[in-house]
């Protein structure tokens, strides 16, 4: 099995490390401008020699080359599976004739507690979620000046709203579509960027539940939490500490924990569903990867008017 990989920033590499696990794949082959002489590299994606010889293709760029690149493979390939960081593009944008399959890096669908979430809620009436997600921007890439990186850009695609638009999808992956959303997104910080570091919004989902959403750039003390109500119980997740309570009305609590989680686990269960699963049930495909987008443009619109 031979991969195409587009970009070779830190996700890129990421990627890069996981696939290059796999036993299945034989070749890696990577689209960048930096000079890496052990592996083969094109500078550019028509540069590419047979570019229908690959099994699997990676989109690891900058967000605001996302469209670009993932219409011109799809018009040059034909029935591949060709995968798209998150979120899919820098502004809503509808992709014409597929004729691949579409799946999007929302890796935090193969977090075992989400995944243990959403379990615990099926068939329960959600009343209220409630998700909040900050940390520190110039703490995030320790090998670049923040100011110099694609979050801080928002002509790149930067800002917390696309960066962190995990938090986006896994609410309606777990509870349903967003409607009826209100939001605020600005710049409010003194970190020296030009791309947004504060989301909050409101919404309703179709389930009925009210979602309250907070983002930002700037937490000193990084925290990624979710708490959800239903009549019989209340849940609490941390996705740092990769913890879960879940209390009853009776008082009684479970526990479940995953202290020794890696980070690469997630992107190999990724991976690993969309390469070898025939009915993959937890990845993000095109039709949800969308649906996000649509969520990001309804913020944007409500905040650029």
């Not at 109500?229 to 879940?246: P, R």
Request: hydrophobic share 35%.
């Amino acid at each position: 099995m031979n991969v195409l990989l587009i970009g070779f920033g830190s996700i890129g590499r990421r990627h890069y490390e996981v696939l290059s696990s796999f036993s299945q794949i034989s070749e890696i082959h990577v689209v960048t401008k930096q000079n890496l002489t052990e592996m083969v590299t094109f500078s550019h994606l028509d540069k590419v020699n047979d570019i229908e010889s690959y099994d699997y293709y990676l989109i690891a760029s900058e967000t605001n080359k996302h469209f670009e690149q993932l219409c011109w493979l799809n018009e040059r390939v034909l029935d591949k599976k060709i995968f798209c960081e998150k979120p899919l593009f820098e502004k809503y944008q509808n992709i014409k004739n597929i004729q691949n399959k579409i799946f999007v890096g929302y890796v935090l669908r193969f977090h075992p507690l989400l995944q243990k979430l959403k379990s615990l809620i099926e068939g329960q009436k959600i009343l209220s979620l409630t998700v909040t997600c900050g940390s520190y921007l110039p703490s995030w890439r320790t090998n670049i000046d923040y100011r110099e990186s694609y979050s801080a850009k928002k002509e790149q695609g930067g800002g917390v709203l696309l960066d962190l638009s995990h938090e986006l999808d896994y609410v309606n992956w777990i509870v349903g579509d967003m409607i009826e959303i209100k939001s605020f997104q600005t710049q409010i910080s003194n970190l020296e960027i030009d791309s947004d570091d504060l989301v909050l919004m409101i919404a309703q989902t179709r389930r009925g539940g009210g979602v309250n959403l907070s983002i930002d750039y700037f937490s000193k003390i990084p925290h990624r939490m979710i708490r959800l109500n239903t009549n019989d119980f209340t849940i609490e997740l941390d996705l740092i500490d990769n913890k879960m309570s879940q209390m009853f009305i009776s008082g009684k609590i479970e526990h479940y924990e995953y202290p020794n989680l890696e980070r690469n686990y997630l992107f190999e269960q990724m991976h690993h569903e969309v390469l070898f699963c025939e009915d993959p049930q937890n990845v993000c495909d095109l039709s949800s990867g969308l649906k996000v987008m649509q969520v990001i443009k309804t913020i944007q619109d409500e905040n650029n008017e």
